[in-house]
């Protein structure tokens, strides 16, 4: 049986997964970017919890990241609607169907990166903080 935090984490993938970009989950950046861009969900940081004794539960503010890629001239516009759409997508359930109390994005900070022989991308770390509590920080 998964954890909440697997759980969560899968949530989330399948929330990015209904978006026109491809969605992978903990993979390298492939040597070509789809059409349509790419995103790449990191499990990040549970942090420290916030602990409440009666009864037993462990507050989390975990940190996910997901890193949003497009290639192309029209990388600006097709990066700003690719951003657009994940905040949609969030925000079309902030508790992920029940499973985090919720879900906030932040604001992505993006890079022009060079590609020799290629057009240049568009990437920016999107960090996504998931707000849930659990009864065990490794089982629960």
């Known amino acids: 049986m998964p954890t909440s935090r697997e759980t969560i984490l899968a ?3 399948a929330r990015i997964s209904a978006l ?6 903990g993979e390298v950046l492939p040597e070509r970017v789809p059409t349509d861009g790419l995103l790449i969900l990191r499990d990040g940081e549970p942090g420290e ?4 004794l009666s ?12 890193e949003a890629v497009v290639q192309g001239a ?10 657009a759409s994940i905040g949609a997508a969030l925000a079309t359930d902030r508790t992920l169907g ?3 109390d ?29 707000h ?7 089982g629960g």
């Open 74 to 83: 029209d990388r600006d516009a097709a990066f700003d609607t690719l951003a």
């Open 55 to 66: 009864p037993l539960r462990y507050h989390y503010q975990h940190r996910a990241e997901i």
């Open 98 to 100: 029940g499973l985090c």
């Open 132 to 138: 849930y509590s659990t009864d065990d920080p490794l």
């Open 49 to 52: 919890p916030e602990v409440t």
């Open 11 to 13: 949530a989330l993938h």
């Open 102 to 130: 919720w879900v906030e994005a932040e604001a992505p900070q993006p890079v022009d990166l060079p590609v020799e022989g290629a057009a240049s991308l568009k990437a920016a770390t999107i960090a996504v903080v998931l």
């Open 20 to 25: 026109p970009a491809t969605a992978l989950r």
